[in-house]
Every structure is written in C-alpha cells, then in structure tokens.
C-alpha cells in the first residue's frame, strides 16, 4: 500500500525529451511506474519510450487523468513546470531539479498549500513504493516491498540505508528524499502522520542530517503524540565545522542551531534510538517480515 504513490498513481514527466527525463522515464517504465505522458513546450506529436509527448501538462491531466508529475526541468525553469502542473489539477508534483532559486521554491510551496498539492523536492532523489511505482531517480533494485518506511534528507543515505535493510530481510512500504535544498515541500512531520494511517508501514526510519530544525519538530511530535510505530533515526554530518555547507544547500550549521548533537539529543529525549551509523539502524528495527508474522499468528502493529 504505502503512502503518496501506488500502482495507480499516473504520472506525466515534465522535461521528458532532456537527457535527464528520457534517461530516468525508460527506467521508470521498467519498475513498472504508470507513465502516461510526457511535456516538453514545442515538443509535442513525439513519443519517448512510447510514450507520447505533449506541449501543455493540461492536454495530459485531460486526455490521460494524470494525477502526478515528475519534473526534469532545469533550475531557471522548473518553477513555471510546477505551476503549471498545480494549475492543471496535478496533486502530486515530484521535483527532482537542484539550484531552483529559494525566492520560487517559496512561491511553490505557497501555490501548493492553496491548491492542497503535495510537493517532494525540490532537490530530492524522488520517491518509490516498492513493488508498485517509482516517481525518482534511485536504483529500484536495491528496494524490496516490506513494512519500513523511509523519509530522508539524503538520497546517497536513503539508497545505502534501504539496501542494508534489504539484505536483512526488511523491505519497506515507502521511501522518499525530502529533498536537500533550504525550502522544501514534505517535512518529517508530515512523514510520521502518513506512515501512522498506512496499514503497511509498522516502522520508520528518519535519515536527517545538519542545518534546520526539521529533526527537532519531529523529535517533539513524536514525544506530544506518543507515536504509536517505532521509529530509528540517524543524523549525517557530526564532523560538519559550523558555517560551512556540506553537500546540501540546506545543510549547514549556523551557530549553535541545527548541529548534529542537537538534532541527536532531541531524538533521544523523544525515546528514539539514533543509530551511530547507517549499518546499525537495521538492529533496532524491531518488525516481523512477512514470514515470521504468517507463521507466528502476529499482526502488522509493532
């Protein structure tokens, strides 16, 4: 089942014809994703992979029922391809491009809340629901449908972390990149109330890392809400020196605020077990694979 993206959801690519769109769109249509069409202005009346190609998102959302957007348009750009996809009624928009200006992820973000779209990204790896769609760039094989879910700052982190899991025998239900750039869409907040209400997901896993106080927000929802699944954290970026950015543009300690061992202590004085590193997260991850729930009689609540 998971949460935002399943074997029905029908996506249309934005920036499909680029290097970028056609490449990830063939891999997407591999894992089995419900791509529908793709947009590029000028474009229209070709097909990529077989998939036809249209000038405006609205012909998609009108003649498909798209109901989700991918976005593989450059920076300068790919603010005008989320409005419009919001425009066009699209209620999933994922955005994969890094460097969008902080002034239009903000305008985004504030036409997203109005229309009730929920936005990844930007800056993110995307996300997959294993066994169902894949709306990303991350390597499918490494994923595995099971009961973990994943809300991740990193998307190198979310790949190495989901792959251990793997080979340990704990799939997950869904698992997405918040996306590393100052002003996002999704929050962990807004990961720890969709993983609660999905049947399928029994854990999560919350991959954070320096900068912000995204971690602390979560940290306290868990402690106010008393969160009913167990949750393991791990926070990237310990030996970050202050006032230089590490990787993310979002990933940066400013003074005392947003420091790895603040983001670590507030996990803990939640009751969440913070993993020292990412190979560890596995061993506290206390659910049953499928095998062991069959045979022991046990249900999917942890």
């Known amino acids: 089942m998971g949460i935002i ?8 690519v934005q920036g499909i014809t680029g290097a970028q769109g056609n490449f990830h769109t063939r891999l997407m249509l591999d894992f089995g994703t419900q791509i529908v069409a793709g947009v590029t202005p000028g474009k229209g009346g070709v097909k990529i992979h077989g998939v036809p190609v249209y000038d405006t998102v609205e012909e998609v959302v009108l003649k498909h029922r798209a109901n989700a957007s991918i976005i593989f348009v450059p920076a300068p750009f790919a603010a005008d391809a989320a409005h419009e996809a919001m425009e066009a009624g699209i209620k999933v928009v994922v955005v994969i491009t890094e460097h969008i200006p902080i002034r239009d992820s903000i305008q985004i973000m504030a036409h997203a809340k109005q229309r009730g779209v929920t936005v990844i990204g930007p800056n993110t790896p995307g996300i997959i629901t294993p066994g169902e769609s894949k709306l990303g760039i991350m390597p499918a094989h490494i994923f595995k449908q099971g009961g973990v879910g994943i809300a991740s700052r990193s998307g190198t982190l979310t790949y190495e972390i989901a792959a251990e899991l793997t080979k340990r025998g ?8 918040l996306g590393g750039d100052p002003i996002v869409g999704l929050n962990f907040v807004d990961a720890l109330k969709m993983f609660e209400k999905d049947i399928q997901t029994n854990a999560v896993v919350l991959i954070g890392e320096i900068g912000g106080d995204v971690e602390e927000q979560a ?36 003074g005392k605020a947003g420091t790895a061992e603040s983001k670590i202590a507030a996990f803990r004085n939640a009751g969440v077990k913070v993993a020292e590193k990412p190979s560890d997260i596995a061993n506290f991850l206390h659910v049953y694979t499928p095998k062991a729930r069959k045979l022991e009689g046990e249900g999917t609540r942890t």
């Open 170 to 177: 704990l799939g997950q239900s869904t698992c997405f990149g």
């Open 5 to 12: 993206v399943d074997r029905n959801t029908r996506v249309v």
């Open 219 to 254: 940290a306290e929802y868990i402690a106010t809400m008393k969160y009913p699944k167990n949750v393991v954290a791990f926070v990237a970026g310990r030996t970050a020196p202050p006032g230089k950015r590490m990787g993310h543009a979002g990933a940066i300690v400013m």
